[in-house]
């Protein structure tokens, strides 16, 4: 399922013999530190994430957005291609207006769609 993994941009090193080694842009599977008892089954809107590797790839995706899902889409694989970049984020500009909903950029590689009633905060939280 495509929600059951967090793509990982850093490495993870083990000492020699104790494992393979990670490789960046690997998917780490993290649902083992969920409570078993506790399903997103009830819940009223998921975070889906989706891998747009061209233009068409778009209308796959963006249903998720119209049936009150958060979207977060990486568009690595077609950020070489200014024009389907382009188009990508145009759809989705539209998608978001479409339902009234928020889209925000997240570093070079992910755009946050949501339906109504979420907003993306664009200042990051400094600890310091």
């Known amino acids: 399922m495509i929600g059951d ?13 104790q494992g393979p080694e990670l490789e ?5 599977d993290l649902t083992h530190l969920a409570d078993e008892e506790e399903g997103f089954s009830e819940a009223d809107t998921l975070i889906k994430i989706a891998e747009i590797h061209r233009f068409e790839d778009v209308r796959d995706v963006t249903e998720e957005v ?11 694989a077609i950020a070489g291609n200014e024009d389907a970049l382009e188009r990508v984020q145009s759809e989705l500009k539209a998608v978001a207006s479409d339902v009234s909903g928020d889209i925000a950029g997240i570093g070079n590689d992910f755009l946050a769609v949501t339906p109504e009633g979420i907003a993306i905060d664009r200042e990051k939280i400094k600890p310091f």
């Open 5 to 17: 993994f967090i793509k990982k941009k850093t490495h993870f090193k083990k000492k020699k013999g």
């Open 24 to 28: 960046s842009e690997e998917y780490v």
């Open 66 to 76: 119209y049936d009150g899902n958060i979207l977060l889409v990486d568009t690595e």
